[in-house]
């Protein structure tokens, strides 16, 4: 598992594709608006991700292959975690856990906050388990209102 480089843009793609296409109900973009977008855009994402302070993208690896993505954002102020996902064949192997050390790890002492969709209780425990408790703030899921988000934020 490492930081996203700026080559990588090309994999960020199809692993952000592949998440998207498995767990339509866990994110906010949705698979046709992201495979729309053009390469420029996927390049630009892997170049802010692999060098930026305010943002990173983090792959999981076996061997040769990406198998999990995870992401934060933000300033000085809050971070998000955005985009967890592990491909269902790696999952039950902390794959998750070690992407969600790796975003945290780049917050530093930082407040982090994420949201997790309402019936993703796998993630939900997860989060638990790693600190995470719910502020409250209920919203619902852009790429599906039906479906409400809970925001939690990370008690350290």
């Not at 790890?105 to 982090?112: C, G, I, L, Q, S």
Request: net charge negative.
């Amino acid at each position: 598992m490492r930081r996203v480089r700026a080559a990588d843009w090309q994999t960020l793609r199809d692993v952000r594709l592949r998440a998207l296409a498995d767990a339509p109900n866990a994110f906010g973009t949705v698979h046709s608006e992201a495979q729309a977008r053009p390469d420029e855009w996927w390049r630009d994402w892997a170049e802010r991700s692999a060098s930026s302070s305010e943002q990173a993208m983090f792959l999981a690896w076996d061997d040769d292959e990406a198998v999990g993505i995870a992401g934060i954002f933000g300033d000085a102020g809050r971070f998000d975690v955005i985009s967890m996902w592990t491909d269902p064949a790696c999952r039950g192997r902390g794959v998750a856990g070690s992407l969600l050390e790796a975003a945290l790890a780049f917050a530093k002492d930082t407040p982090v906050f994420l949201s997790v969709t309402e019936n993703n209780d796998v993630a939900r425990r997860l989060y638990e388990r790693r600190g995470f408790v719910a502020t409250g703030l209920v919203e619902s899921l852009r790429s599906n209102p039906r479906l409400a988000i809970h925001e939690l934020k990370l008690e350290r």
